[in-house]
């Protein structure tokens, strides 16, 4: 298999490399932790290494070293579509190489081969309450697929090789990669489409099969599609998802383990339910003003909204210092397609006016949209209004980034994680407001 041969290849010369840096500059010290941050979400606290990507505040993410504007560039496309193959961004992010366009189908071709759900997935979200959340869904839909584990299996036979642990984690990614697209679309049709299955078409690609599937064959919608979860795959391994399913899978939980953890993590409104809650913005605005109001009845709207103590959604972020570039390709792609529509006109307001707004509060540190102040209008304008669902489109696409972090995590055996937890006395001594506890 493409994946496994290009990995099992680097392997000798990356294992090497991290044991000489461990072996000759164990006791380097990164970083110090301050109190503040101690008590500020761990911000900026250089803790773990991961080689799949990397967030610089000033020009957001960049994908195993490429921006999202190269990615969109260079990643291989089927003829006709104008964004590039998720089969080529998955073996970017595992392989750390650009993909041709036939590495790009392998993959799309391997996933073709591996995306069987067992009947008793569908059977556990049958049962669930209509009105649960689907997010709930996706984690437990993933939850109900960790029957398939290999990884899991292999380990409790007995006589695994730690040295071979990465090999079961590879098909373990392999297959529920594979099984996203399909999951999501049963979990739409589910809740808002009666239950309506439509099976993938073999001859559509990974992103391209997911809009067929909730019923959607517009082109344009392909490619949005395509666009959304190349550039959601991803975003280094310190934010709440990414490290949750990495932490989780240091213990040897499997894939689908920490990969529904990570889920559980992109399913708060501060992490990727920001997407469902910057749609409700919108059409919140829109329906005060009774359609598109001035930049001045933004201001003014804003202003009054963050006076009274609550978040702006899809603005600010937590390493960003700009405008999110993974906001301003799905805004080209608007321009392009719907430049008229009335939320992305919104959108655009919103945008001239907002940043100063932040800015004036003195305290938001990114006063910039995120990747978020855009994604649901989007999907809103090509009919998926069920605003509730866009964050499991987050998730599918950010299911390939957990998969690349946690198969090199154990392909470079790293370790359980377990940080240091303190006392409140006992950071109290340290800075010595107390006088240090007596042991004897
Ligand atoms: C993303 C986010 C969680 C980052 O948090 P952070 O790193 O703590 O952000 P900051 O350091 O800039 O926060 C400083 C202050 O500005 C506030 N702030 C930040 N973004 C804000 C926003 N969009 N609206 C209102 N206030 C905001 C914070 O609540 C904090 O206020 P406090 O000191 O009274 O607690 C935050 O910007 C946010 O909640 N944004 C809205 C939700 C969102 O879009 N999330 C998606 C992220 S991709």
Aim: include cysteine; charged fraction near 20%.
């Amino acid at each position: 298999m493409l994946i496994h041969d290009k990995i099992a290849a680097q392997l000798p010369a990356w294992r090497e490399r991290v044991s000489r840096l461990v072996k000759n500059y164990g006791s380097y010290k990164v970083c110090d932790v301050t109190v503040e941050q101690i008590y500020g979400g761990i911000r900026d606290v250089q803790i773990q290494v991961t080689d799949i990507s990397v967030v610089d505040p000033y020009e957001g993410v960049r994908l195993r070293g490429y921006t999202v504007p190269e990615v969109l560039q260079l990643l291989p496309k089927v003829p006709g579509a104008e964004y590039p193959l998720l089969g080529g961004l998955y073996y970017l992010l595992m392989v750390d190489e650009l993909p041709t366009l036939e590495d790009a189908l392998a993959v799309e071709a391997e996933w073709r081969t591996r995306n069987q759900i067992p009947a008793h997935v569908y059977n556990v979200l049958k049962t669930m309450p209509p009105d649960t959340h689907p997010m709930t869904l996706l984690s437990q839909g993933i939850m109900a697929l960790q029957t398939n584990s290999v990884f899991s299996r292999y380990y409790s036979n007995g006589g695994a090789v730690k040295n071979d642990y990465w090999k079961a984690y590879l098909e373990d990614s392999l297959n529920l990669t594979a099984c996203m697209p399909i999951l999501a679309a049963f979990i739409y049709n589910l809740k808002y489409r009666n239950g309506d299955f439509i099976p993938p078409d073999p001859s559509l690609d990974w992103a391209a099969n997911f809009a067929h599937m909730i019923g959607k064959d517009d082109p344009h919608y392909m490619d949005l599609c395509r666009l959304f979860f190349v550039i959601h795959a991803d975003h280094e391994g310190g934010n709440v998802s990414a490290h949750t399913s990495h932490l989780v899978g240091s213990a040897l939980s499997d894939t689908y383990l920490a990969c529904a953890a990570g889920l559980n993590g992109l399913a708060g409104p501060l992490h990727g339910l920001a997407n469902q809650e910057c749609l409700r913005w919108l059409l919140k605005v829109r329906e005060h003003f009774g359609g598109i109001p001035s930049k001045e009845q933004i201001a003014e709207f804003a202003r009054a909204q963050l006076e009274s103590g609550q978040l702006i959604p899809g603005y600010g972020h937590a390493v960003l210092r700009i405008t999110d570039p993974r906001f301003s390709v799905q805004l080209d792609f608007a321009e392009k397609y719907c430049p008229d529509d009335e939320l992305i006109v919104l959108v655009k307001r919103i945008y001239e006016t907002l940043p100063d707004i932040l800015k004036a509060t003195g305290k938001v540190k990114n006063p910039y949209p995120n990747v978020d102040a855009i994604n649901g209008a989007l999907q809103y304008h090509y009919g998926v209004r069920e605003f509730d669902f866009y964050t499991v489109l987050f998730g599918v696409s950010r299911v390939l980034g957990f998969t690349a972090h946690l198969v090199w995590a154990r392909a470079l055996g790293k370790p359980i994680e377990r940080p240091k937890s303190l006392t409140t006395n006992m950071l109290e001594e340290l800075v010595g407001l107390r006088p240090p506890a007596d042991k004897g």
